[in-house]
């Protein structure tokens, strides 16, 4: 008698292929350097007092500070014992006996059982050595939908543009299957699919901490997606199931996250040095730390004792990636010689504000602001003056929030002159009225976008595609407007960009998570944030304390600048005087 479910008798169990018992290990994806000392002496400083005889309780205090580090909403991320285990639980909740899983084949070698052991069936969506999406949009009647990019084992990726349409189009399905987004080695690759999470509800994506800060000793990995999906998946976690020692583990690594950059920034190159000096094979583009190797050359590498993955039946190997002297040697083993590195570009990313910055809308956004207040509190003065008021006290970046603020100012204090009273606010953003402020901005989102809809005709672009092209920056967006004012954003300028909007509470600024999820999604190292209010001033300088190994700058534009600046900040009469100065040192 079997006490076992029938579809599970024939489940292999997954097992690491045979390989020699010693030599370099190039065959598990693993980071081929060790902690930094001193993040290493900082952990075991820990370890050695913490106590062994009480459960671990620093989960949900981890959790936070990651979440904040990753620009996810309150709820929006789970941390787990691995990105394998996470992938598990998302399988376990989702999966009714029979439903369909798209993989990619070839793929991660530990998906087919995680989809059975679940009651699943696997559809294997032919891949080859590269990502073809036309395969993909034939499996959206899926249930759940597993993309890894960049793959494993071959290392293909595509870029959040060429996804876009397949996103899009499981969005549309009646019934949109869940997409789970596998980016394990997202940290490699020359951008990653963060945006696409905050944008579609069935979209979720999956990090490890195993590679980019090399702990894959310590089995952590987390989940990003749509709070509400992410609070079920938490009900369903093991309680405890992070080991105390893992924990302080992500703390720690977290604390030198600067310092465990350079070695990630250096492999890309060193990946693609080592592809283009093999004499003897073809090595497939990758966007992983590793390569996909054909013919399998294994044979001779381990005969000089140099680990690798064989891929059964395909003719081909996996190589991970190690240090320049590990991957000179490898070269060497197969016959070819390392290239020297070479300068690596840094990369660079420039956001812009839309409002003020890309566009001349003051006109327009005032007015809008101005006949919606109007049409709602007719006795109310109101004047150009309060407006900038408000945009000078903070927190009213978004203007559906700035005419409910101006609403319950009127309650509160009558039909009065709201320039003063919001001049002597002092900073404090009149607190006592947030409550208000919220309930009435539904309301007043309605009027202003009624009445921007005629105002929009004053606004005009303040520069060209071109004139941001020429400063050889990556370009992107980080805008208070709401997605539909985006939209006439777009036709304003005649062209579009990557971008963040006023989508969600988070995005808000002068919350930081926009900019912090743009230097993820563009792996950027660089930053300059072009802002002409103070909530995005306060928005750059609250992402910097969050993710420090970014080179953060505030450039500061319009008549204004000087009233929110600070020291360190630069500044600008327009952007068209900033774009100039961007290839230079700037002061």
């Not at 370890?47 to 936070?64: A, I, K, S, V």
């Not at 890309?358 to 006949?371: G, K, N, P, T, W």
């Not at 509190?377 to 101006?406: C, E, I, T, V």
Request: glycine letters at 6%; charged letters at 25%; aromatic letters at 6%.
């Amino acid at each position: 008698m079997s006490f076992l479910r029938p579809d599970l008798a024939d489940l292999p169990a997954y097992r690491r292929p045979p390989e020699p018992p010693t030599g370099l290990r190039l065959h598990m994806n693993e980071a081929g350097s060790d902690w930094p000392a001193a993040a290493r002496e900082a952990l075991l400083a820990r370890l050695h007092t913490l106590p062994f005889n009480l459960y671990p309780e620093r989960q949900e205090e981890l959790t936070e500070r990651l979440r904040k580090r990753v620009g996810a909403p309150e709820g929006g991320l789970l941390l787990g014992p691995s990105s394998g285990a996470l992938l598990d639980l998302v399988a376990m909740a989702g999966l009714s006996f029979g439903d369909t899983v798209a993989i990619p084949d070839p793929g991660f070698s530990l998906y087919p059982m995680l989809v059975r052991r679940n009651g699943g069936q696997v559809r294997k969506v032919p891949q080859g050595t590269g990502f073809p999406l036309e395969p993909w949009f034939e499996a959206l009647d899926c249930r759940q939908v597993w993309l890894t990019l960049p793959n494993n084992p071959t290392g293909a990726w595509v870029s959040p543009e060429e996804l876009e349409p397949l996103l899009a189009a499981a969005a549309a399905r009646p019934v949109p299957p869940l997409v789970v987004m596998d980016e394990a080695y997202a940290e490699f690759a020359p951008a990653t699919h963060r945006l696409a999470v905050d944008r579609y509800p069935n979209v979720v994506l999956l990090r490890t901490f195993s590679k980019a800060l090399a702990s894959a000793s310590w089995r952590l990995g987390y989940l990003l997606g749509d709070p509400a999906l992410v609070s079920k998946l938490a009900t369903l976690q093991l309680p405890y199931s992070i080991p105390a020692a893992s924990l302080e583990a992500l703390d720690v690594a977290l604390d030198f996250a600067p310092t465990f950059e350079p070695a990630v920034r250096a492999l890309p190159e060193r990946r693609d040095r080592l592809a283009a000096s093999l004499p003897s094979h073809r090595a497939a583009p990758s966007a992983g730390n590793f390569i996909h190797v054909t013919p399998d050359p294994s044979d001779a590498l381990e005969t000089e004792g140099i680990k690798v993955r064989r891929l059964p039946g395909t003719g081909a190997a996996r190589l991970t990636i190690g240090t320049e002297a590990d991957t000179g040697r490898v070269a060497a083993t197969l016959g070819g010689k390392l290239p020297a590195p070479v300068p690596r570009a840094t990369r660079r990313l420039l956001v812009l504000d839309i409002d003020g910055v890309l566009i001349d809308a003051d006109r327009s956004f005032m007015e809008a602001v101005a006949r919606a207040l109007a049409e709602c509190r007719p006795a109310l003065p109101w004047s150009d003056g309060a407006y900038r008021a408000f945009k000078r006290l903070g927190g009213y970046n978004n203007d559906f929030r700035l005419a409910a603020g101006a609403l319950a100012l009127a309650e509160a204090y009558g039909d009065v002159d709201l320039q003063p009273v919001v001049e002597g606010a002092e900073g404090r953003s009149f607190v006592e009225l947030e409550a208000r402020i919220q309930a009435l901005e539904p309301s007043a989102q309605i009027l202003v976008q009624k009445h921007y809809a005629d105002t929009i005709q004053l606004e005009r672009p303040l520069t060209t595609l071109a004139e941001l092209q020429a400063t050889g920056w990556e370009l992107a967006v980080l805008t208070g407007r709401p997605p539909e004012e985006l939209d006439l954003a777009w036709r304003v300028l005649g062209f579009q960009l990557p971008a963040v909007c006023d989508a969600a509470a988070h995005l808000r600024k002068p919350e930081p998570a926009g900019l912090l999820q743009l230097a993820d999604a563009f792996r950027a190292e660089e930053v300059v944030f072009a802002g002409d209010t103070i909530d995005d001033a306060r928005c750059l300088h609250a992402a910097t304390e969050l993710k420090p190994e970014v080179a953060w700058r505030f450039a500061a534009l319009g008549p204004d600048r000087a009233r929110f600046a600070a020291q360190k900040d630069i500044q600008f009469d327009s952007l068209r005087d900033l774009l100039p100065m961007l290839n230079q040192e700037l002061p």
